[in-house]
T-cell receptor, first 114, second 117 residues
């Protein structure tokens, strides 16, 4: 089934630890995105990638890094996790870097930093 | 910067009633307005969208209206059913950034819709 796969589905992480959230899509979409979802704040963009090999910063990039080595994969790394990074993280993709079409979202990763 | 406000934050209706969720946006350059439905434990899913050259769009029980002059758009769900219960997000496209070659979606803060049998 075409779509976006995120892993893990949930994780409890000790503060200060490094963590990589995985995201893979099989739709050959050019653009990919990472959002965090917090109660009352909606979806906030962390990082994005227009196409393989390029990345950009969103609204809340501090403490996070991404890479886009190929079209399908877009991992998000927390170098040294802090409790404020406790959130639900969603990866999304679209078939153009514009917004002519809607985004396809993954099922999310629930991360708790303790 | 761009901003999208969404109201109400929660909405409770009886099965069969209509539900309306409203959003306003700040960037006059916005030209694409999607709506997403998020069920518990799942990611948001696109349910309907509208572009700036259209005033209204319908798809079965859901419809979206757009007023570009007032910079607001609304989601209308008729004959609501318990399976319509979810969180709904509106979004508006940002102004195209020539430096980054990027045009993002700005999301509202969501509306939790509860449809009671």
């Amino acid at each position: 089934i075409a779509g976006i796969t995120q892993a893990p589905t949930s994780q409890i992480l000790a503060a200060g630890r490094r963590m990589t959230l995985r995201c893979t899509q099989d739709m050959r979409h050019n653009a990919m995105y990472w959002y965090r979802q917090d109660l009352g704040l909606g979806l906030r963009l962390i990082h994005y990638s227009n196409t393989a090999g390029t990345t950009g910063k969103g609204e809340v990039p501090d403490g996070y890094s991404v890479s886009r080595a190929n079209t399908d994969d877009f991992p998000l790394t927390l170098a040294s996790a802090v409790p404020s990074q406790t959130s639900v993280y969603f990866c999304a993709s679209s078939d153009s870097w514009g917004t002519d079409n809607g985004y396809t979202f993954g099922s999310g990763t629930r991360l708790t930093v303790v | 910067g761009e901003n999208v406000e969404q109201h109400p934050s929660t909405l409770s209706v009886q099965e069969g009633d209509s539900a309306v969720i409203k959003c306003t946006y700040s960037d006059s350059a916005s030209n694409y307005f999607p709506w997403y439905k998020q069920e518990l434990g799942k990611g948001p899913q696109l349910i309907i969208d509208i572009r700036s050259n259209v005033g209204e769009k319908k798809d079965q029980r859901i419809a979206v209206t757009l007023n570009k002059t007032a910079k607001h758009f609304s989601l209308h769900i008729t004959e609501t059913q318990p399976e319509d219960s979810a969180v709904y997000f509106c979004a508006a496209s940002s102004r195209f950034n020539r430096n980054t070659g990027f045009q993002k979606l700005v999301f509202g803060t969501g509306t939790r819709l509860l449809v009671s049998p």
